[in-house]
Nanobody, 115 residues
Framework: QVQLVESGGGSVQPGGSLRLSCASSGSIFRLHVMGWYRQPPGLQRELVATITEGGSTTYADSIKERFTISRDNRKNMIFLQMNSLEPADTAVYYC?????????WGQGTQVTVSS
């Protein structure tokens, strides 16, 4: 029922910034918790950040001071502002949402941080 579409990935140098966007086909109020996950090359998918319908946020310890998750309910979108990017941040980033009737994933967007 819910389609998530990501955008904003790309290649940047260390210290650079990117802003990822995730658009939902419906109201994000249907998704009680939304978040960003990432999967580095050859590794498992890991949690980056989450945000609830009430605006409460959770971050992985390694990125909390550099990344900010936010949501725009009017636009049915969530965002991930990534600053001070490091090569270790290189991964495919996925948008995720959990509602009453299922868990949904975006297609992923590649983030590459290199000199």
């Amino acid at each position: 029922q819910v389609q998530l579409v990501e955008s904003g990935g790309g290649s940047v140098q260390p210290g650079g910034s990117l802003r990822l966007s995730c658009a939902s086909s419906g109201s994000i109020f249907r998704l009680h918790v939304m978040g960003w996950y990432r999967q580095p090359p050859g590794l498992q998918r890991e949690l980056v950040a989450t945000i609830t319908e009430g605006g409460s946020t959770t971050y992985a310890d390694s990125i909390k001071e550099r990344f900010t998750i936010s949501r725009d309910n009017r636009k049915n979108m969530i965002f991930l502002q990534m600053n001070s990017l490091e090569p270790a941040d290189t991964a495919v980033y996925y948008c995720n949402g959990v509602g009453n009737w299922g868990e949904y994933w975006g297609q992923g967007t590649q983030v590459t941080v290199s000199s």
